[in-house]
């Protein structure tokens, strides 16, 4: 079964300066999609970001991007000219290539705050 | 209105009580699921409906049944709970087949079971 793990329970970071939240995975797969979500206060999961794992070039979106390393299983998220709006829990989660298997696995999260 | 909504945003029952969670997508798609979120631990897969036809039950206890009407509609039946039953019961919704496979939620039930 997949695992994902994220070694940082609570990050800070100072408004407009950047910061990394990391994630590893374990699989035995080499078709799979990585996401990061968002949960702000208000409780819902806000997707940030995809990465499908053939394509070799980083996701971006904006202010946030991630450092894909397949061989090494690790999916970071880096969070540019940080924000108030940003200070929430972060989750990377992991999900097999389309076919028979729905599952979205989560790691605990990552709570940041960003300080003023 | 837009996106995946759940009601009602709180809800506190007793053990012996009979309740049911709501959720509602307005986005076309045709998967949606139940999880289950408690603090200090991951969120735990719960129930998967694809096409309204449950495709995956992870060991879930019976108290907790789940309905799924249509392709827009999810219920979860509760009934009987405990006390660690309390968490964040959250709906989510996808499209299979096409897209970008990324989930769409809810903002979630907020149980307490007294």
């Known amino acids: 079964a997949q695992t994902v793990t994220q070694s940082q329970p609570e990050m800070s970071v100072q408004e407009a300066e950047t910061v990394t939240l990391s994630c590893t995975y374990d699989t035995s797969e080499s078709d799979y999609y990585l996401f990061w979500y968002k949960q702000p206060p208000s409780r819902q999961m806000i997707l940030v970001i995809r990465q499908e794992a053939y394509k070799q070039q980083n996701a971006t979106e904006n202010r946030f991007s991630v450092n894909f390393q397949k061989a090494a299983k690790s999916f970071s998220l880096k969070i540019s000219d940080s924000q108030l709006g940003d200070a929430a829990m972060y989750f990377c989660?992991?999900?097999?290539?389309?076919?028979?298997?729905?599952?979205?696995?989560f790691g605990k999260g990552t709570l940041l705050t960003v300080n003023p | 209105e837009t996106g995946v909504t759940q009601t009602p945003r709180h809800l506190v029952m007793g053990m012996t009580n009979k309740k049911s969670l709501k959720c509602e997508q307005h986005l076309g798609h045709n998967a949606m699921y139940w999880y289950k979120q408690s603090a200090k631990k991951p969120l735990e897969l719960m129930f998967v409906y694809s096409l309204e036809e449950r495709v995956e039950n992870n060991s879930v206890p019976s108290r907790f049944s789940p309905e799924c009407p249509n392709s827009s509609h999810l219920f979860l039946h509760l009934h009987t709970l405990q006390p660690e039953d309390s968490a964040l019961y959250l709906c989510?919704?996808?499209?299979?087949?096409?897209?970008?496979?990324?989930?769409?939620f809810g903002s979630g039930t907020r149980l307490t079971v007294v």
């Open positions: 989660a992991y999900r097999s290539a389309p076919g028979s298997n729905y599952k979205l696995t």
């Open positions: 989510a919704s996808s499209q299979e087949g096409v897209g970008n496979y990324g989930y769409t």
